[in-house]
């Protein structure tokens, strides 16, 4: 199992999406999961709105490429028409271990066709991903149910499809049970590093999974 950090590895709700939150998941080894929006024509490590202490993105592909860090990189789109500026970017900087999700299904289409490596999403809400075959992986969410089974993990990945989890812990839920399950399966069809997990309890899910 994957973990990736989800904005980052950090105590307090303002170290989200800092560059030291995300250099810091990079030197524990684990990948991330952070938010992209755009301010004044550059890209800012942003979830919810531009603030001055909102960080640019070049800033940490920078320190990726110079450390060599081969962790996934989960970009969460937050904002329309940032294809330019990011491809920009992971050319100029050769990222290649990264996915885009949850931008709006108009946003979406406009990556595929710049060949961009895209993520799909399910959730209970959504049941049939939407550009299922044209995307390289599936973004699986799960809001107040648990769905996530054997069956639904093995036909992803059976499809070619790369799959990253939601661990219910984003949404305040209990993770212990779902957790198990999953454990179960990577060892039952010896998945090991086909599935990645993101999480705020990356300690735990390290020791869990991996130790």
């Not at 920078?62 to 989960?74: D, E, G, M, R, T």
């Not at 044209?134 to 648990?146: M, N």
């Not at 992803?156 to 305040?172: F, R």
Request: contains cysteine; glycine residues 4%.
């Amino acid at each position: 199992m994957e973990i990736l950090a989800h904005r980052g590895f950090w105590r307090e709700k303002e170290e989200q999406n800092t560059l030291a939150s995300l250099v810091k998941a990079f030197d524990m080894g684990f990948g991330i999961e952070t938010d992209l929006r755009d301010g004044e024509g550059k890209l800012l490590l942003s979830h919810d709105i531009v603030t001055s202490l909102s960080e640019r993105v070049e800033e940490l592909f920078k320190i990726y490429q110079k450390h060599s860090f081969k962790f996934s990189l989960a970009l969460n789109i937050k904002a329309d028409g940032l294809q330019t500026l990011l491809l920009t970017l992971i050319k100029r900087y050769e990222i290649e271990n990264y996915f885009v999700f949850d931008m709006s299904i108009p946003d979406a289409l406009l990556y595929l066709k710049d060949d961009f490596k895209v993520f799909t999403r399910q959730s209970e809400y959504e049941k049939e991903p939407s550009f299922y075959e044209e995307a390289c992986g599936v973004w699986l969410d799960e809001f107040h149910t648990h769905y996530i089974d054997e069956k639904l993990i093995l036909e992803h990945l059976e499809n070619g499809k790369q799959i990253a989890i939601v661990s219910p812990d984003l949404h305040k839920r209990s993770y212990e049970k779902e957790w198990e399950e999953y454990k179960k399966i990577i060892t039952k069809h010896k998945l090991y590093g086909k599935i990645m997990l993101c999480t705020d309890k990356v300690l735990e899910a390290k020791e869990f999974f991996n130790d």
